[in-house]
């Protein structure tokens, strides 16, 4: 029973490694306007094709020692992390949910917003069609009752969650003279509230700018980071957002805000 329970885990933490091997191909090819099917995946340096066997998630990089076979160029130790990433978050996801709709309807959203992360960071955009493809799949999900939160929620949520990070871009127009709060963040913003509902967005709100906080703490003090204003939001909605994920309990509550009111109330 025990190992049949392990072999169910680690099937979904490989599954998860190789979405995140196909993610990869999304997060460096998709905002150059690229082709994410074709052609195969290929060594940026010499134009290798890189073979089944040397494009195995995880294993291929650590017995390469990240290294292209051909050239011997350094390939970025990301593309392990991403694969490895994916593959946690799968089985903690499936650990979390089990089988069921709302399971899958988060995979994917947690696919999305990894691979918004690395492209948010890299380029400083979020492509709408990630957005567009969000809100079908939440139209999709409201109509089938596969989320556990009322579909006026969802609307609210959305609209909380974006027009607050409107209403901050805004004032740091008027104050800085200078945009501090991409469109883009308000677009995702509007999805992931529609996503997660009012009271989560609430949280959401607060649990991005307090890890963005932490990181740019940890940066500035630790890396001497020189952020100069531009530090892209996107990640930082993804990672709370993440973490809602996994702290949901039955009936779409979460255990940080049962904490919260347990402890302070």
């Known amino acids: 029973m025990i ?11 490989m599954i998860g490694a190789i979405f995140g091997s196909f993610l990869n191909v999304v997060i460096w090819r998709f ?4 082709s994410i099917i074709s052609p195969p995946s290929h060594c940026s340096s010499c134009n290798k094709q890189i073979a089944p066997y040397d494009n195995i998630p995880l294993f291929s990089w650590l017995i390469l020692q990240g290294k292209c076979r051909h050239c011997k160029t350094k390939i970025s130790s990301r593309y392990f992390i991403v694969e490895f990433i994916t593959g946690i978050l799968t089985l903690f ?10 399971f899958y309807i988060n995979l994917i959203f947690v696919y999305m917003l990894i691979a918004i992360t690395y492209i948010d960071y890299d380029h400083y955009i979020i492509p ?7 809100i079908f799949i ?3 999900a409201h109509l089938f009752n596969w989320l556990p939160i009322e579909n006026m929620d969802g609307l609210y949520g959305g609209i909380a969650f ?3 990070l409107y209403f901050i871009g805004k004032i740091g127009l008027l104050i800085l003279k200078k945009e501090s709060m991409g469109f883009g ?6 999805m992931l509230g529609g996503l997660i509902g009012l009271k989560l967005s609430v949280l959401a709100l607060f649990l991005s700018f307090l890890i963005s906080a932490i990181f740019t703490l940890i940066g500035i003090s630790l890396f001497k980071m020189k952020t100069k204003g531009e530090i892209p939001f996107g990640p930082f909605m993804a990672a709370a957002t993440v973490v809602i994920f996994l702290t949901r309990t039955p009936g779409g509550g979460n255990s940080i805000l049962n904490w919260y009111f347990t402890t302070m109330f």
Do not use: M
């Open 93 to 102: 996801l499936v650990i979390t949910y089990g089988l069921t709709p709302e």
């Open 138 to 140: 939440l139209i999709f």
């Open 162 to 164: 974006g027009g607050f």
């Open 128 to 134: 709408n069609e990630f957005i567009l493809l969000g």
């Open 31 to 34: 905002p150059r306007g690229e």
């Open 3 to 13: 190992q049949t329970f392990e072999l169910f885990h680690s099937a979904f933490f």
């Open 185 to 190: 963040d308000v677009k995702l913003g509007l």
